[in-house]
């Protein structure tokens, strides 16, 4: 195992598929035409694009005029937020509902939209980090426009109650959109039956390609442009079509919900076992819902230390981890999501997140939770903090 390399950060991204690889390759030398030109070489391109966009909107239950590809994940919520935003401030409703914990594209656009005189609700999850629908419904008025929560969140793995929100932002006649970047491909998604009015993906999570991914929008829901410049995407996005890695993102997307159940079900006993594993460490504590979680998510945190030399241990051994999110991973605050669940800031800083794929074994497994334990032994042994704490000097956080 030690001259092997084991990937446990699939939650930043994921190796792209031999499926999408494959269906990619002939649109780089063969069917390379611009979908907008009209001669047969641009017109084959344009067929490709159909079809892939119908394939989309058929794993979310969608109808492929409801589907706007974008660059990722972080566009389609920019694109989705303020489209929003704009719709209601025509008819004077300013006010959006979100929660504490969304990914930074969501809370960055929120904080955007704050300063051009919107009035913004983050919700608390509590130390599950889960949002209570029935906040969602307290806190929603006449003049709110949006309602944005995430579908799984990308640091600790909890799952949202979506239909429920769903069902109440559809009682009260409010937009709600769900950033559904981590869940895509991991979770069973129907957009009709979920109550969801806008939805956004990106494909690298689940196998497909970096670049690309996609915003839908409920027919009758009005986008307004991010992106000016050309009529591509009904004049909703401008910009070439990147026919690869759509027909890729399609390829992938199909197969990662062909299997859903079967990898779900794997992937989620090799989740349990690592956490029992790493349970075993003392003054260690698991982030988020034990069972409301994506299959592949491991979250921890362990008094004492500092999760970045943690990361940097690990990876001498082998293992490819984070502590959190990897849009922030040149950031030296703690997590806000682990902060937002309860985690004081000295025990946020040492936290660790591990993401499974499809394609780990449970031998990695093992060799990982003697890894960790190793390390953790290894770095308390050297800090002065944790020599304060079992001298008595200080008291445990983490009991």
Partial sequence: MENKMIYLDNAATTKTSRTAIEAMLPFFDSVYGNPSSLHSAGQRAAEALSDARQRIARCIGALPNE???????????????????????????????????????VLHTLKKLEKEGFEVTLLSVG??????????????????????????????????????????????????????????????????????????????????????????????????????????????????????????????LEEACDGIEKNAARISALRDRLIDGISEIPHSVLNGDAKKRLPGNV???????????????????????SSGSACTSGSLDPSHVLLAIGRPHEIAHGSLRLSLSEENTSEEIDYTIDAVKEVVGYLRSISPVWRDLINGKKNYIVQ
């Fill in 67 to 105: 589907i706007t590809f974008t660059s990722g994940g972080s566009e389609a919520d920019n694109q989705a937020i303020v489209s929003a935003a704009l719709a209601g401030k025509k008819s004077g409703n300013n006010h959006i509902i979100s929660s504490a914990i969304e990914h930074h594209a």
């Fill in 127 to 252: 130390e599950k980090g889960i949002v209570d629908p029935d906040e969602v419904r307290k806190n929603i008025r006449p003049e709110t426009c949006l309602v944005t929560v995430m579908f799984a969140n990308n640091e600790i793995g909890t799952i949202q109650p979506v239909k429920e929100i769903g069902r109440i932002c559809r009682d009260a006649g409010v937009p709600f959109h769900t950033d559904a970047v981590q869940a895509a491909g991991h979770l069973d998604i129907d957009v009709s039956e979920q109550n969801i009015d806008m939805l956004s993906v990106s494909a690298h999570k689940f196998h497909g390609p970096k670049g690309i991914g996609f915003l839908y929008a409920k027919k009758g829901i009005r986008l307004s442009n991010i992106i000016e410049g050309g009529a591509q995407e009904r004049g909703k996005r401008a910009g070439t079509e990147n026919i690869p890695a759509i027909i890729g993102m399609a390829a992938a």
């Fill in 299 to 321: 979250n921890f945190c362990f008094e004492g230390i500092e999760g970045e030399s943690l990361l940097l241990l690990l990876d001498d051994r082998g293992i490819c981890a």
